[in-house]
């Protein structure tokens, strides 16, 4: 029997910083599942947990992230999922291509299948600069996540 998750693409969540910080707002583009989630995350910070209204008057010149991280977050129910992007329309928020750098200092646009966010699906040599220019290639877990986005919406910065 497959469990229901707590979320589905086109989700607005509320997701808890650091240190005290409020909340910032991510959307969930895509899932897979089995984990995998894809989100763009806001350049906005919240004191209190907000309504979809007020996160989801934020568009695509708005976004600060886009990140691959697992669900883990918003099973616990630590996320909290505020409810469907007033204006969600999957064409609008595709999943993106992202950028990989090897050690050997190799580039590569890397995509992503939404049946199953947890490899790529394809890969393909990029110069560094479009690699640069792409949202980096990395899975993060929840904790990660809250981290990542309370240092770049700390007021301090």
């Not at 650091?18 to 910070?45: P, Q, S, T």
């Not at 993106?96 to 490899?119: I, K, N």
Request: glycine share 12%.
């Amino acid at each position: 029997m497959t469990k229901k998750l707590p979320y589905t693409n086109g989700d607005l969540v509320a997701v808890p910083l650091r240190e005290g910080l409020g909340y910032a707002v991510g959307l969930i583009v895509a899932h897979d599942g089995l984990g995998g989630v894809i989100g763009y995350f806001f350049n906005l910070r919240f004191d209190a947990i907000p309504t979809v209204d007020a996160a989801g008057a934020w568009g695509r010149s708005d976004v600060l992230r886009v990140m691959r991280f697992g669900d883990l977050g918003l099973i616990r129910g630590d996320w909290v999922v505020l409810g469907e992007h007033p204006e969600w329309r999957p064409c609008d928020w595709p999943i993106p291509a992202f950028g990989r750098r090897e050690p050997t200092g190799r580039a590569f646009r890397v995509t992503y299948s939404a049946e199953d966010l947890r490899g790529p699906a394809r890969e393909e040599l990029i110069d560094d600069d479009e690699c640069d220019r792409l949202p980096r290639d990395a899975l993060s877990g929840s904790g990660a996540v809250e981290r990542v986005l309370t240092h770049l919406l700390s007021v301090d910065t």
